[in-house]
């Protein structure tokens, strides 16, 4: 069995239905067991809220773990340690108490619980109706001041901003090549819009069937060989995907 690299979203993705999400476990743990694949789960929730749902659902243990937007790479989640390497990258050109600033002028913008703040993330909650001209508006501010700074609003309401340098393409780069493992046998997994940047590369890639439109609508314009639209949702999706590029045999 040849080792690969399998990078997953958690909520909408890889959760969502139970009983599949043990039958891919159950395959996923025998493969890693009887060769060197790598697990790594991204996901926008903090490293504490990941603890509980890894709890809750009985996770496979990752090899590494991208919480907080692709703001912190951890290895071993127990004890956890938080990759330096990735923080030095993404402090580059990043000011985060000038940035705070100018944002919290916006009366729009509700911070989120500090447990959702971290060195390289801001998040706001953002349930306006002309959120998207609130968002122009700070934009504008913060070029004015020479910031630049990575927006991701996601559902309607969440508003993350994050250092230029956040890319969790990028994040899946380095340890592919900290693990020394192919393009070819990297696959990532994804259910919306925030997942684009794990789809941007030459890596395979599955959209799961449950996606959200507005990744459809990348997908539309992006289509490629290496990415797979799953009709299967959630785990059952992905056990779908890995079998269309052959990583996991058909039964
Ligand atoms: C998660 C995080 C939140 C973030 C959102 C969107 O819900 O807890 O802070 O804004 O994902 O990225």
């Known amino acids: 069995m040849k080792p690969f690299l399998f990078v997953t979203d958690l909520d909408d993705t890889l959760l969502g239905d139970d009983s599949a999400l043990k039958a891919l476990n159950r395959k996923l743990k025998q493969h890693r067991q009887q060769s060197q694949t790598k697990i790594v789960y991204t996901t926008g929730r903090s490293f504490g809220s990941y603890q509980i749902l890894a709890k809750a659902k009985s996770l496979l243990r990752p090899d590494a773990l991208l919480t907080s937007v692709g703001t912190e790479i951890y290895f071993n989640a127990e004890p956890a340690e938080l990759d330096p390497e990735w923080s ?3 402090a580059q050109g990043w000011h985060r108490e000038q940035i705070l600033a100018i944002a919290n002028a916006f009366p729009q913008l509700q911070l989120q619980p500090p447990s959702e703040q971290n060195p390289f993330k801001i998040s706001y909650y953002l349930c306006d109706p002309i959120a998207e001209t609130i968002i122009a508006q700070l934009k504008t ?30 994040a899946v ?11 070819s046998r990297t696959v990532t997994c994804g259910d919306s819009e925030s997942d684009i940047d794990l789809f941007s590369g030459e890596e395979n890639g599955i959209i799961v069937g449950n996606a959200k439109p ?3 609508q990348w997908y539309q314009e992006n289509q490629r060989q290496s990415l797979y639209h799953a009709q299967k949702a959630f785990a059952a999706g992905i056990l779908e995907g890995l079998q269309h590029f052959a990583f996991l045999p058909k039964c």
Request: glycine fraction near 6%; proline fraction near 4%; avoid cysteine.
């Open 88 to 90: 030095a990258i993404l």
């Open 214 to 216: 507005e990744l459809l």
């Open 141 to 170: 501010a913060l070029a004015e001041k020479g910031f630049q700074v990575k927006f991701s609003y996601h559902a309607g309401q969440d508003l993350d901003l994050l250092p230029p340098n956040v890319d969790k393409g990028l």
């Open 173 to 183: 780069k380095l340890l592919r090549s900290k693990w020394q493992l192919a393009t």
